[in-house]
């Protein structure tokens, strides 16, 4: 018969590798179980809305503005851009690093590649906001709060 590798007083037991297989379902009671808790599904549905949100904000149009070489009717509150030479309407600015002119530009996001500006901030703010709760999500859960104490492996 097999023995057991490891087994001191008020430790686990592990199988050792030239255990007999009759040991094995004695060793899976050993692992611990991670049953889905309120927790872990909270902590998934704000990964999901982290990473749609910040599918939206790469994939979204930020509000570009389109080429006008000559003033369009009835906008003359718009203004001339020397960097891209079109009219551009007011709150909008030209980006560098996209090298076009964007509605109410705020800046290049560098997670994502892109223009952040009036058509994907709703998506962008969502994104901060989600890194911030998974952030916060993360500390609770390595530090031990919001776990069932059934679904933590006990100690002998």
């Given at each position: 018969m097999g023995h057991l590798h490891g087994t001191v007083?008020?430790?686990r037991n592990y199988v050792g590798?030239?255990?007999?297989?009759?040991?094995?379902p004695h060793a899976t009671n050993m692992l611990p179980t991670f049953a889905p808790t309120h927790s872990h599904t909270s902590t998934?549905?704000?990964q999901t809305t982290l990473l749609v949100a910040l599918a939206l904000t790469g994939c979204r149009n930020?509000?570009?503005v389109r080429r006008w070489p000559e003033k369009p009717p009835n906008c003359?509150?718009?203004y001339w851009s020397d960097q891209v030479g079109t009219?551009?309407?007011?709150k909008s600015q030209y980006d560098g690093d996209c090298g076009l002119i964007i509605e109410?530009?705020?800046?290049?996001?560098p997670w994502t590649?892109?223009?952040i500006g009036r058509r994907n901030m709703p998506a962008f703010t969502t994104f901060v906001s989600m890194i911030c709760v998974c952030l916060i999500f993360d500390i609770l859960l390595m530090v031990g709060v919001g776990g069932s104490e059934a679904h933590r492996p006990h100690e002998e």
């Open positions: 007083k008020g430790q590798v030239g255990a007999e297989r009759d040991w094995a998934r549905a704000t930020p509000g570009i003359d509150h718009w009219f551009r309407p007011p109410e530009f705020d800046h290049t996001c590649g892109t223009g």
